[in-house]
């Protein structure tokens, strides 16, 4: 009797249809959204360069926005390829932003004069840790002596917050971030000569 019962539901379980389920890939999204600010580049004292690549936005939903940090001697900081007027070594962040408000951002760096001492004798270092955080960051900047703002943006673009100090050797901001939605932001940090951009993941 208990072999008759076993083989009813073995054969039960066999002829039972089994349902599948297929999943389409869509092949046509478009590849991830990249900014170009150019190759960095020499000029000469009073002399004038357009910057930014050819193109300076690519791939994304289209309808690009730009802007280049920093402003100062930019013709106009909201075009692809703007002219730019620097009096001293400079690093350009150029800031990208599609249709559907995804960021991007690239650097170049304008070296006012052959030699680019500035760069050498004045070159910014920054640490982040933890780097992925949760519920604090420490942004420690040294190699600068003077005024240093530090911005941090989401992965929308949106500044979240904005600091100041004035450098001697080194300064340490340390940011509470435990009430930060996750994902990728990024640390923009600048001087007078420069901007340093950096990503900081929040889990």
């Not at 900081?77 to 800031?95: D, K, R």
Request: charged share 15%; net charge negative; with cysteine.
């Amino acid at each position: 009797m208990k072999k008759q019962i076993f083989i009813l539901l073995l054969t039960a379980i066999v002829s039972f249809p089994v349902s599948s389920q297929v999943f389409y890939l869509n092949s046509n999204l478009p590849q991830v959204l990249k900014a170009d600010a150019g190759q960095d580049n020499f000029i000469d004292p009073g002399d004038s360069i357009q910057i930014g690549g050819y193109p300076a936005a690519l791939d994304g939903y289209g309808n690009y926005t730009y802007y280049w940090e920093p402003s100062t001697g930019v013709s106009d900081p909201t075009v692809a390829n703007p002219w730019i007027n620097p009096s001293e070594t400079t690093t350009y962040v150029l800031t990208v932003s599609d249709g559907h408000h995804c960021v991007a951002m690239d650097e170049a760096l304008v070296k006012v004069g052959a030699s680019g001492l500035d760069e050498a004798t004045n070159k910014l270092e920054i640490s982040v840790y933890p780097n992925p955080a949760s519920d604090f960051v420490n942004i420690l900047i040294k190699g600068h002596s003077g005024r240093v703002n530090l911005k941090i943006v989401n992965g929308l673009g949106q500044g979240i917050l904005k600091r100041e100090a004035v450098q001697q050797s080194e300064i340490l901001f340390s940011i509470d971030t435990w009430q930060w939605k996750k994902g990728m932001y990024y640390l923009i940090v600048q001087t007078p000569e420069k901007v340093e951009v950096q990503s900081l993941i929040i889990l």
